[in-house]
T-cell receptor, first 114, second 114 residues
Framework: GAGVSQTPSNKVTEKGKYVELRCDPI?????LYWYRQSLGQGPEFLIYFQGTGAADDSGLPNDRFFAVRPEGSVSTLKIQRTERGDSAVYLC????????????FGNGTRLTVT | AQSVTQLDSHVSVSEGTPVLLRCNYSSSYSPSLFWYVQHPNKGLQLLLKYTSAATLVKGINGFEAEFKKSETSFHLTKPSAHMSDAAEYFC????????????FGAGTRLAVHP
């Protein structure tokens, strides 16, 4: 079946611009996660949704980052006033229930801020 | 606080020889530990998970890991490397015991030579 889909796969933007990254989780998965993977590092947790609500957003680095999941399925990660330090691969994952279900990761969106 | 340290950033082995990827963890309580693999241009895939049952955990593709509390280690091994094992491997600890608060190590890149 279809896995977690992330679009676009690559995004190049200029410093100061606004970007949106989209994640389509596996159908029926209630839990959705965003991680950020900088070059040479392991993924870092950003935010976790259970259904439509953000159950844990403690990993968002600052108020330029925001994520939504209005209908409990697709999620959008939004970054305002992008900075060069935001360049990374943004990973999305979903799971069927959250706490005790394995995560299924998408291939990620590579964001480059010039 | 939980953390993981992957002791080698790069490991190179010959096809057919054993693989050892080293990981040490730090946790204020009994941790849940994982190994994930990331092939180029593909999503992260769960190899195996330890959750305080058997200390020797068997995963997919012939990999296994042994939890050693006295050494705070969770090394990943495979008896015989295959070319298809070349990838990035991440040791992961959970802050919560489940899947929704994962802390990744920096990764070990495994190269397999003919």
């Amino acid at each position: 079946g279809a896995g977690v889909s992330q679009t676009p796969s690559n995004k190049v933007t200029e410093k100061g611009k606004y970007v949106e990254l989209r994640c389509d989780p596996i159908s029926g998965h209630t839990a959705l996660y965003w991680y950020r993977q900088s070059l040479g590092q392991g993924p870092e947790f950003l935010i976790y949704f259970q259904g439509t609500g953000a159950a844990d957003d403690s990993g968002l680095p600052n108020d330029r980052f925001f994520a939504v999941r209005p209908e409990g399925s697709v999620s959008t990660l939004k970054i305002q006033r992008t900075e060069r330090g935001d360049s990374a691969v943004y990973l999305c994952a979903s799971s069927s229930t959250g706490e005790n279900s394995p995560l299924h990761f998408g291939n990620g969106t590579r964001l480059t801020v010039t | 606080a939980q953390s993981v340290t992957q002791l080698d950033s790069h490991v190179s082995v010959s096809e057919g020889t054993p693989v050892l990827l080293r990981c040490n963890y730090s946790s204020s309580y009994s941790p849940s530990l994982f190994w994930y693999v990331q092939h180029p241009n593909k999503g992260l895939q769960l190899l195996l998970k330890y959750t305080s049952a058997a200390t020797l955990v068997k995963g997919i593709n012939g990999f296994e890991a042994e939890f050693k509390k006295s050494e705070t280690s969770f090394h990943l091994t495979k008896p015989s490397a295959h070319m298809s094992d070349a990838a990035e491997y991440f040791c992961v600890v959970s802050r919560s015991g489940g899947y929704n608060k994962l802390i990744f190590g920096a990764g070990t890149r495994l190269a397999v030579h003919p």
